[in-house]
């Protein structure tokens, strides 16, 4: 176990959301992502579409990843990082398995804590799928990991208009809420009317969009909890996956024959 876990306490909301905390080795996975993403995105040549302005601020830009023949449609990835870390960077590698499903992919930054709040965020991943949709004909599928599944959840809900036919938020954060109560809402300043029009849960899944919600089956519990409050207010099916934590769950987006990219294009 990492000698660096907190002791246990309750109330404890920054224990609650404390993943790496709870994962061996968890200081290694960031290395490890950035060098198999520039990786990927070297072998995959002219099919890497790099850094499209889809917005006005400077972090609005998305890489595109092509598929070898027509695409059939396309996934959009969004990055996680408790809104305020990471960028498209360092996914690229996770586009493999949609490419070898025929998938074009998009991976959109965004401004990100102090700089925006959530709710501006929302408005920039909505600006990037209206984008993605003039470039790639077909159905949209939009994922995304942890506050990137929280994005991606926001662009099914039914209070936003995005040209997506499915979403599947992988570990989300739905309801803001609990995360109010911690240390890194000092630089997320989360407040309960932002918690209430930013939290998929709260809002109901757009007509026309399905959903299915997909979490590691080793994650934190307060994960877990966010995970199925999603899937029972959406009235859609989740998945807890076997001998995942919240590191390796996305893992399953570069293998085309995993059940997680088997979601992704179900019923499109």
């Known amino acids: 176990m990492p000698q660096s876990r907190p002791p246990y306490r309750w109330p404890d909301p920054d224990r609650d959301y404390a993943n790496g905390d709870f994962i061996p080795g968890a200081a290694d996975y960031p290395a490890r992502w950035t060098a198999k993403a520039a990786a990927f995105r070297r072998a995959l040549g002219k ?19 092509l598929p070898e023949g027509p695409a059939k449609g396309v996934v959009i990835f969004v ?39 959530i709710a501006e965020m929302t408005a920039e991943i909505a600006r990037a799928c209206w984008f993605v949709g003039t470039r790639v004909p077909g159905p949209m599928v939009v994922t ?3 506050a990137g599944g929280h994005l991606a959840a926001r662009m099914g809900n039914a209070d936003l208009a995005v040209p997506v ?13 609990p995360l109010m109560a ?25 007509d026309g ?3 299915h919600v997909w979490v590691g089956a080793e994650e934190r519990p307060a994960f877990l909890w966010q ?17 995942h934590n919240h590191f390796s769950v996305i893992e399953g987006l570069a293998d085309p024959g995993s059940p997680l990219c088997e979601v992704l294009s179900k019923g499109l």
Request: proline share 9%; hydrophobic share 40%; with cysteine.
């Open 209 to 211: 969009v399905t959903a």
């Open 165 to 177: 036919a499915r979403v599947v938020p992988i570990s989300p954060l739905a309801e803001l809420g």
């Open 144 to 146: 995304g990991h942890s």
């Open 47 to 65: 099919r890497a579409d790099l850094d499209l302005a889809y917005g006005p601020s400077p972090r609005e830009k998305l890489d595109l990843f």
């Open 79 to 117: 990055h996680g990082g408790y809104w305020h870390l990471f960028s498209k960077a360092h996914w690229s590698h996770l586009a493999a398995g949609s490419l070898g499903r025929g998938f074009a992919v998009a991976m959109p930054s965004y401004t990100l804590a102090p700089a925006a709040r």
């Open 182 to 206: 911690t240390e890194m809402n000092q630089t997320l300043k989360i407040d309960p009317g932002e918690a209430d029009a930013e939290s998929p849960a709260r809002h109901p899944l757009r």
């Open 227 to 243: 995970a199925r409050a999603l899937s029972e207010e959406w009235s859609c099916p989740w998945t807890a996956d076997p001998g």
